[in-house]
C-alpha cells in the first residue's frame, strides 16, 4: 500500500457522505449540502430489485473502506479521516436528496464528483441500499471481539503441551480470548532488525531472513548473534525449503536487486546448500528484469507444491498495463522445476512472444504465497491500491485481471473498473483493505476452534486476520493481535503452533492455547 496517501482517503462513494471530517489532532467542519439539495427527489421507486443493484455496488466499491454492515469499520485504524457510519443519526438525519448531492457533486480535492463515473441511477441504487442499514440492527466491529484477560489466575497450558523449538514459559501470562480461542501471546524472539521471513528447519532451528542480508538463526530457543556465513545476498525477501531438506540441504532465498544508476534492479530466485551454519552452492535460478524503481514493498514470494514445482512471483515494477503482458515479468506467477528449468506444461510455452515461465498473470503485488497442506492448491495475497486487496487462489494459465478488472480504487478515489467482475477474469477468493502480507493455512488439533481457518498478516492494519472459509469464500474474518506492529510472516511450526512475525517492532511470537 501507498504510504503518501491524501489524509482523506475515499473509500469507493462512500467517503462524501462523512458527517463529520475529524483527524487525530483536527475537527473540520460538519459537510452540510446547499439547503435546496433537500428537494431532490429519486425519480426511481427503491424497490427491492434496486436496492439489490445497489447493493451490487457496495459490495463492489465500498465494503474495504465502509465495512460489510456500513459502520465505516472495513479498515479500522488506517485512516486519519474515519469513513461514515451510516447506521450513525447524523446519516440518518439527512434526506436523500442531501446524500445524492453529496455524492454527485464532492467536495473539492478531499471528494471527487461522481456525478461521471456514476449515472443517476446508479447513484440512486447506491442511496437505495445505504437507507437500509439503518434498518438493521447493528452487529459489533470486528475489531473489538478479541478481549485482553487481566486475571489469569486460573489459565493453564494444555496437558502434555511440549516446546520443542522454544520452551514452554514457566507461568502463564499475556492472554486473549478470541470469538473461539483463548490463548497466550508467547513473545519467543526480539531484537530483529526488519525481518521479512522465517523458516523451521529439522533439529528445533529456525531461519529468520532480514532485509539488511543477515539471514539469522535461532537454535535451543535462542537467537544467535552470528548470522549464517556464505554468499548470503542483501535485499532478502523470502526463505523456504526445499520439501526434501533433511536429505538434500537445499533452501530456495529471493532479494531484490535496487538499480543504482545506470544499472537496472532484478527480483532473484536463489538456492543453496545449508552446511551446518553456512551457505554453499549457492546459484542464481532466476532473475526477474530489468527494473527501473525501487523494490522497497516487493514481495517476492516463493512456493513449492506437492509435486516439487516452484513459484516465484513477480510484482508490477513498471506501467500498470504491464500485468497483462506476457512478454513482461510484471505481475505474474512464475513456474519453475525444482532446479530451475521450465517445466514442458507451463501455459505459455507455445504462446508467441510469451516468457515461457509465466504461470499466472494479471497481479499487481503478491505480497504472500502458500500452499494449502490438505488440498495442495496454492494461494496468494495481493495489495490493491485504495482497497481491494485480495486472496486469490493460483490456478494455471488464469488471468486476475489488474488493471482491467479490480475491486481497488485510485488513491483519489476513481474508479478503476466499472465492474470487480468480469468474465475470463479469475475472481478472487477474498478482497478487503488490510496491507495484507503472508498467508497461511491452519490444520492443527492445538487450535480445534481454527482448523482450516487462513491466517493472514496484516501490514497497514497492524495484526492478524483470521478468516473461515466455506465452500471456496470466506465467510467471517476476525482480527487478532491488534495494534501488534506491522505483521509480515505467519508460520505453523513443525511443532503446530503457530508463530507470527513483526517487521517494524521486530519480534515473533507464538500463539500458546490455555484453559481454565
Not at 489532532?25 to 459537510?31: G, M, S, Y
Not at 448531492?101 to 456525478?115: A, E, F
Request: aromatic share 10%; charged share 25%.
Amino acid at each position: 500500500m501507498n504510504k503518501k496517501v491524501l489524509a482523506l482517503l475515499i473509500c469507493g462513494f462512500g467517503a462524501m457522505f462523512f458527517a463529520s471530517f475529524k483527524t487525530f489532532n483536527v475537527v473540520q467542519e460538519p459537510w452540510k449540502a446547499p439547503i435546496e439539495a433537500d428537494t431532490i427527489k429519486s425519480p426511481f421507486t427503491f424497490s427491492p430489485e434496486v436496492i439489490r443493484e445497489g447493493e451490487k455496488l457496495f459490495t463492489a466499491y465500498c465494503v474495504s473502506c465502509h465495512g460489510k454492515t456500513g459502520l465505516g469499520d472495513g479498515s479500522p485504524g488506517k485512516f486519519k479521516i474515519e469513513p461514515a457510519n451510516f447506521h450513525s443519526k447524523r446519516v440518518v438525519d439527512q434526506t436523500d436528496g442531501a446524500l445524492f448531492w453529496k455524492l454527485s457533486n464532492g467536495r473539492g480535492i478531499s471528494m471527487p464528483s461522481y456525478k461521471a463515473v456514476f449515472s443517476e441511477e446508479k447513484r440512486w441504487q447506491l442511496i437505495a441500499y445505504i437507507r437500509q442499514f439503518a434498518k438493521q440492527p447493528v452487529a459489533a466491529p470486528t475489531s473489538s471481539t478479541s478481549v485482553i484477560i487481566k486475571d489469569v489466575t486460573n489459565y493453564k497450558f494444555d496437558a502434555g503441551t511440549p516446546g520443542n523449538y522454544f520452551p514452554l514459559p514457566s507461568k502463564v501470562a499475556n492472554v486473549t480470548r478470541s470469538e473461539t480461542q483463548t490463548f497466550m501471546v508467547d513473545t519467543v524472539v526480539k531484537g530483529l532488525t526488519r525481518p521479512w521471513s522465517m523458516a523451521f528447519l529439522p533439529g528445533n532451528r529456525v531461519l529468520i531472513a532480514q532485509r539488511d542480508g543477515k539471514l539469522m538463526q535461532v537454535k535451543g530457543g535462542q537467537l544467535q548473534s552470528a548470522p549464517i556465513g556464505g554468499n548470503v545476498p542483501k535485499g532478502l525477501r523470502d526463505i523456504k525449503l526445499h520439501p526434501d531438506f533433511s536429505a538434500n540441504k537445499l533452501i530456495y532465498l529471493s532479494y531484490y536487486i535496487d538499480p543504482v544508476r545506470p544499472e537496472p534492479g532484478y527480483s532473484v530466485l536463489m538456492r543453496a546448500r545449508l552446511e551446518g551454519d553456512k551457505l554453499v552452492d549457492e546459484k542464481i535460478l532466476y532473475k526477474a528484469g530489468p527494473f527501473r524503481g525501487n523494490g522497497e514493498w516487493y514481495g517476492s514470494k516463493i512456493a513449492l507444491d506437492k509435486q516439487g514445482y516452484l513459484y516465484f512471483t513477480v510484482p508490477i515494477k513498471a506501467d500498470r498495463k504491464t500485468a497483462q503482458d506476457l512478454s513482461l515479468p510484471d505481475g505474474k506467477t512464475m513456474r519453475f522445476k525444482d532446479d530451475g528449468s521450465i517445466p514442458a506444461d507451463n501455459p505459455f510455452l507455445k504462446t508467441p512472444n510469451a516468457l515461457p515461465e509465466i504461470y499466472t498473470f494479471g497481479h499487481r503485488v503478491h505480497e504472500g504465497l502458500a500452499v494449502d497442506a490438505k488440498s495442495g492448491k496454492i494461494y496468494s495475497t495481493e495489495f490493491g491500491e485504495l482497497g481491494g486487496d485480495e486472496i486469490n487462489m493460483i490456478k494455471r494459465g488464469a488471468n486476475y485481471g489488474w488493471p482491467v478488472v479490480s475491486h481497488s480504487l485510485e488513491y483519489n478515489g476513481a474508479v478503476i473498473s466499472k465492474s470487480p467482475i468480469q468474465e475470463g477474469i479469475e475472481a478472487p477468493l477474498h478482497h478487503f483493505a488490510i496491507a495484507p502480507s503472508d498467508i497461511e493455512f491452519l490444520y492443527s488439533t492445538r487450535y480445534p476452534r481454527w482448523n482450516g481457518n487462513i491466517f493472514t498478516g496484516a501490514l497497514a492494519a497492524k495484526m492478524l486476520q483470521r478468516s473461515v472459509v466455506k465452500n471456496n469464500g470466506v465467510i467471517h474474518d476476525e482480527r487478532l493481535l491488534e495494534n501488534i506492529g506491522r505483521v509480515r510472516d505467519v508460520k505453523v511450526g513443525p511443532d503446530k503452533f503457530l508463530y507470527v512475525m513483526t517487521e517494524d517492532s521486530g519480534i515473533i511470537v507464538r500463539l500458546i492455547p490455555v484453559k481454565r
